[in-house]
Antibody, heavy 119, light 112 residues
Framework: EVQLVESGGGLIQRGGSLRLSCAAS????????MSWVRQAPGKGLEWVSV???????YYADSVKGRFTISRDNSKNTLYLQMNSLRAEDTAVYYC?????????????WGQGALVTVSS | QSVLTQPPSVSGAPGQRVTISCTGS?????????VHWYQQLPGTAPKLLIF???NRPSGVPDRFSGSKSGTSASLAISGLQAEDEADYYC????????????FGTGTKVTVL
C-alpha cells in the first residue's frame, strides 16, 4: 500500500528555517517524480517544487532561491528545506507522488504538515 | 497565483446535476495538456477524482465525469449527494517558464 507521511512542520519565526520530511512506503521515491504542494489557510492549492527521478529540480517563482527539494534514497524519504521564511509561506504542505513520468497528475498525497511563520 | 480559473462556488439540491468549469490558456489546457480534478473534503488532503480529462480512478463513482475542449474543461457531478460537499480543484501542466504544475482557483460545492 502506498503511503506518504509528512513531518517537521511547526511554528517558526520570520526569516527562520525549517525542513519538512515525507516518508514514503509502498513504492520507491527515486523512481517517481515527487512534488510539494501547499495550501495557505482558507486558500487554494499551490504547487511548490518537484524533483524528477533523474534528479532535476524545479520551483515555483514564489519559493525559488529559498526552498530546496531533495531526497534520501536510503531512507526513501523526500525533503523540503525552507529558508528565509516569510509570513506568506504559512500553509499546510503536502508531498504528492506523480502517477507516471510526464503524467502531471498526483495520485497519492500525504496528510499534510502545517507550517506557521510568525512575524 | 492560479492560472486556471474556476467559479468560487456552485450549489445544488440532492439528486441534481452540477458542473464546474476550469478555464486556462494557450500555455496549459490549450497546449494540449490534460486536466485532472481533485476533491478535497474539509480537513483532508486532496484526492484524485478525474485524470486525463475524463478518466476515473478505481473507486470513484460514475456520477463524476470530466471533459475538456480547447482552453476549457469541466467537471460534472450528477445525482448530487450530501457527501459530495467539498472543494474541487482542476490541475494541469503549464509550459511557460514560471509555471509547471498549475492548479485551479478551487470551487466549493454546496449541497442544499
Amino acid at each position: 500500500e502506498v503511503q506518504l507521511v509528512e513531518s517537521g512542520g511547526g511554528l517558526i519565526q520570520r526569516g527562520g528555517s525549517l525542513r519538512l520530511s515525507c516518508a514514503a512506503s509502498g513504492f520507491i521515491v527515486s523512481n517517481n517524480y515527487m512534488s510539494w504542494v501547499r495550501q495557505a489557510p482558507g486558500k487554494g492549492l499551490e504547487w511548490v517544487s518537484v524533483i524528477y527521478s533523474v534528479g532535476n529540480t524545479y520551483y515555483a517563482d514564489s519559493v525559488k532561491g529559498r526552498f530546496t527539494i531533495s531526497r534520501d534514497n536510503s531512507k526513501n524519504t523526500l525533503y523540503l528545506q525552507m529558508n528565509s521564511l516569510r509570513a506568506e509561506d504559512t500553509a499546510v504542505y503536502y508531498c504528492a507522488r506523480e502517477a507516471d513520468y510526464g503524467d502531471y497528475r498526483f495520485d497519492y498525497w500525504g496528510q499534510g504538515a502545517l507550517v506557521t511563520v510568525s512575524s | 497565483q492560479s492560472v486556471l480559473t474556476q467559479p468560487p462556488s456552485v450549489s445544488g439540491a440532492p439528486g441534481q446535476r452540477v458542473t464546474i468549469s476550469c478555464t486556462g490558456s494557450s500555455s496549459n489546457l490549450g497546449a494540449g495538456y490534460d486536466v485532472h480534478w481533485y476533491q478535497q473534503l474539509p480537513g483532508t488532503a486532496p484526492k484524485l477524482l478525474i485524470f486525463g480529462n475524463s478518466n476515473r480512478p478505481s473507486g470513484v463513482p460514475d456520477r463524476f465525469s470530466g471533459s475538456k475542449s480547447g482552453t476549457s474543461a469541466s467537471l460534472a457531478i450528477s445525482g448530487l449527494q450530501a457527501e459530495d460537499e467539498a472543494d474541487y480543484y482542476c490541475q494541469s501542466y503549464d509550459s511557460s517558464l514560471s509555471h509547471l504544475y498549475v492548479f485551479g482557483t478551487g470551487t466549493k460545492v454546496t449541497v442544499l
